[in-house]
């Protein structure tokens, strides 16, 4: 039986070697512990060999654990809404497992901002790693998150979501405990975890810095570089995120959370991506293009890589596609170019969310191609595609949100410097509405 719910869990104060109290880092491990009670205990171990403490959280709601918890699976179930006895009742097993992922969520959220964990550690196969990634899913960018799985040599995306957690496959199946090859690579993990509780550092809005977000990916590199560039030259923190699907849904949760003061949406891509409902790169969490308007800080929007969809391989991308017209930017990734009528759909949702802005927003247009593959005599290059695009938006566009059509290619410098600064008044301007 557990320990009563965070009973002696944050006790982790030791005597020093010069007779300082020194702080003991504590690390929560979250396993199902009716299946992987003797991994969870040897985990413990190699945490404890590290001069560590460790929080076992029992996510699993089947069967007696094989090691005693410090957070039992009746208080995860509880922190989820539900007594266990009454969730497994239902005996459904989807809905079990979210409810014990929402209440361990729970229980790390408060574990964290009470101080009493440094780090975590999940483990387990296809349940206990969507639960404990579930959980981790919760705390905060920098936080030192690791997970060990058995299926993370597939697709992880659903593990990791938008947040930084490290993935390891496990090699071996958790079966029989600790084996040699399982042991080797959860030390490895326990360490990992512990390192970064020791040495790392989370993502903190220096004072007096204003910090930009701007996203990017390889087919506007030179253009994000330049920005860069600009953007530190004139004072500013600039924060790239990769329009890979996560990395601005990354993007958006950290305005949401009031650590981004201007945004410099350079490669909206994964717009396109969910507006289609197609490609690899479609945003984590549905919503992107609206934190900024919600917020309302200064973004200056363009439309860097939204004529194509991201796929991986040939192979992959769905047979309703392949006629199109398809470039291999690498073996493992296909650009694939958006029909008009996708073109309409993509400008006409991107005003609707601009739309819905309180701060100031502005769009800006490079007439001679959005990508590499996009511009003249590129293949992903469509004129007609890109008026279409233009005509929806201008249509459903608010009056007041500016759009500037700049003759150049996304990548120019001339274009670049139309954008930095665009913002750059923007960030003056609204500095100045602040002064008393």
Known sequence: MARPFLEGV???????????MIRKRTIAILATLDTKGEEAAYIRGRLESLNCSATIIDIGPLGPPAVRPDIDNGEVARQGGWELAALLSTG?????????????????????????????????????????????????FGFPK???STVASGNI???????DIGVVFSVGDFLGGANPVISSILANAAAAVVGMAEHGARFVVKPGV???????????????????????????EVVAFHASGAGGSAMEELIEEGLIHGVLDLTPHELTAEVVGAGIYRPVRPGRMTAAGTKGIPQVVSTGGMEYLCFGPRESIPMKFRKRKITMHNPFNANVKVSRKEMAEVGGVMAERLNA?????????????????????GVLYDGTG?????KALKDRLRKDIELKEIDAHINDGLFVEACVDQLINFMEEKKELKKP
């Open 10 to 20: 944050g006790e982790r104060l030791f005597q020093g070697s010069v007779g300082k």
């Open 386 to 390: 890109n008026r279409i695009f233009l």
């Open 157 to 163: 995306r659903p593990y990791v979501g938008n947040k």
């Open 357 to 377: 802005a309180v701060g100031p927003t502005a769009i800006l247009i490079p007439l001679k191609g959005w990508s590499v593959y996009g511009a003249p005599g």
């Open 146 to 148: 690791y997970l060990v």
């Open 92 to 140: 459904e097993r989807d809905r079990i497992m979210e409810i014990m992922g929402k209440g361990a969520r729970k229980l790390l959220s408060l574990l964290f901002f009470e101080g009493k964990i440094d780090g975590v550690i999940g483990l387990g196969g296809n349940q206990g790693s969507a639960v404990s990634s579930m959980a981790m899913q919760g705390l905060p």
């Open 210 to 236: 204003r910090t930009i977000a701007m996203t990017a990916l390889g087919n506007t590199e030179p253009a994000a570089s330049r920005a860069v560039k600009s953007l530190r030259a004139a004072g500013f």
